[in-house]
Structure formats: structure tokens, C-alpha cells
């Protein structure tokens, strides 16, 4: 099931969206240029590290550069593969415009960079030791879709469907399409809590998409999802 485009027209020019998109297609096609030793270094440096994380907030030292905690925002512009990068920004597109055109450039771009923190600390919450590298922007992106789903529950979403060999495309509430989304990310998240050190599975973090919806249906409101944008 792939959306491709929503049918909410946007009052202003979504340019932190365009920004973010750009970001990450630039620092992907740089992981691109680097050896595979050096992307294992990049992401150790860079991406949020569980135990890494758990250890600095405990007051051990760790082998990084800066304060661990920056990960919680450097890892959201990082992505592991290109269908990784290219399913993200493909969201992002979809309903990033039509967040950003309520809430206004600053405000969004303050709840966007919120919603990837705490998606992310949902995800260390759960798996506080895990030794596996955590980044990509899915769980800022899934705030956008948890403030999305509270301000437009009955845009339709354009969604491609495959049906075996053959697909079709529908149009899907985005209260369902959105609903139906969170729910398999909540269920695969309960169901990785019996793995052991992992935090991921089949190297999807569905704890930081949950947290990430929840927070962003959250802070949607409380930073003015429904007044008019301010710029």
C-alpha cells in the first residue's frame, strides 16, 4: 500500500518541507560516496546508539565527539537504504505541506525536529541497551501524520493497492489510512518486547513510529493545528 498524494490544497509554499527533503537526499547521496567501514562509522557517530545514550545520561563517558544527546536530532537525517530515504521523503511530501501551511514555517519546523526527539527516546525507552544504530526521519514523519490524521481525518488519500500481480488505486480516508498505519506500528512494537536487545525488527524501530504519532497527535493541538498559520 503506497499513498501518492493527498487532495488538500496548501495556502502557502511549504518551504521547510521542500528544505527538509532536500537535507536528506543530500546527506544520503553523501553516505552514498563513503566506504562501507566509513557508513558503519557514520551511523555509530551520528545515529542515536541505545546504550551509548544510556550511558551518557548516566554520566559515563563515551566515544563521541559531542553530547550524546545530539543524536536525538542528527539521526533524523539519516537513512540506510534508498527505499528507506525514498519511502520517507515520499511521505514527508504527502503531509508535511498541509502541517506546515497550519502551523506556519517556524512553529512546524519546531514541532517536526520535537516529534523525531521523542520519537526517538520512545524507541531508547524501550530497548535502553540496544547496541544497534537507530536513525531515519519515520518518526518525525510519523508526528506530521499523528497531526495530520487530528486536522484532515477525511482527506482522501490517492493510495495504491497491490492485488496480487495486478494493483489498483483508491481513495482512502486518511482517518483510516493513517489509523490503520498506527495500529500495525503499535501491534509490531508489543510484539518485539519479547526480543532480546534488538529494538528493531526486521530493522524497522515501530516503538519510535508509535511514540512519534502519539506525540505528534499531542503537540499538534497545543501548537495551533487548527488556527490559521502565522508564517
Known amino acids: 500500500m503506497v499513498p501518492l498524494r493527498d487532495n488538500n490544497p496548501t495556502r502557502i509554499t511549504p518551504y521547510v518541507t521542500y528544505g527538509l527533503i532536500f537535507v536528506n537526499i543530500i546527506i544520503f547521496l553523501y553516505q552514498m560516496s563513503l566506504q562501507p567501514w566509513?557508513?558503519?562509522?557514520?551511523?555509530?557517530?551520528?545515529?542515536?546508539?541505545?546504550?551509548?545514550l544510556t550511558a551518557s545520561l548516566q554520566?559515563?563517558?563515551?566515544?563521541?565527539?559531542?553530547p550524546e544527546w545530539m543524536t536525538l536530532i542528527t539521526s533524523q537525517f539519516l537513512h540506510g537504504s534508498i527505499l528507506h530515504v525514498a519511502g520517507n521523503m515520499l511521505?514527508?511530501?504527502?503531509?508535511?505541506?498541509?502541517v506546515e501551511d497550519c502551523l506556519g514555517h517556524i512553529k512546524y519546523i519546531i514541532?517536526?525536529?520535537?516529534c523525531g526527539v521523542l520519537a526517538a527516546l520512545t524507541h531508547w525507552y524501550f530497548s535502553p541497551y540496544s547496541a544497534i544504530p537507530s536513525l531515519g526521519a519515520s518518526g518525525a514523519i510519523a508526528g506530521v501524520m499523528g497531526a495530520y490524521i487530528l486536522r484532515f481525518p477525511n482527506a482522501e488519500i490517492i493510495t495504491l493497492i497491490p492485488l496480487?500481480?495486478?494493483s489498483t488505486i483508491a481513495r482512502i480516508p486518511a482517518f483510516f489510512f493513517l489509523g490503520f498505519w498506527f495500529i500495525q506500528q503499535a501491534f509490531n512494537g508489543v510484539a518485539s518486547l519479547g526480543i532480546a536487545?534488538?529494538?528493531?525488527?526486521?530493522g524497522i524501530a515501530y516503538w519510535a513510529h508509535a511514540g512519534g504519532f502519539?506525540?505528534?497527535a499531542i503537540l499538534a493541538p497545543i501548537m495551533g493545528i487548527f488556527d490559521e498559520p502565522t508564517g
Open 111 to 114: 514541532f517536526y525536529i520535537t
Open 197 to 202: 536487545d534488538i529494538g528493531m525488527t526486521g
Open 164 to 166: 496480487g500481480f495486478f
Open 59 to 66: 554520566g559515563q563517558a563515551v566515544a563521541s565527539p559531542f
Open 214 to 216: 502519539v506525540f505528534g
Open 38 to 52: 566509513q557508513i558503519e562509522q557514520f551511523f555509530r557517530i551520528w545515529a542515536v546508539v541505545p546504550r551509548e
Open 91 to 98: 511521505f514527508l511530501w504527502i503531509f508535511g505541506n498541509n
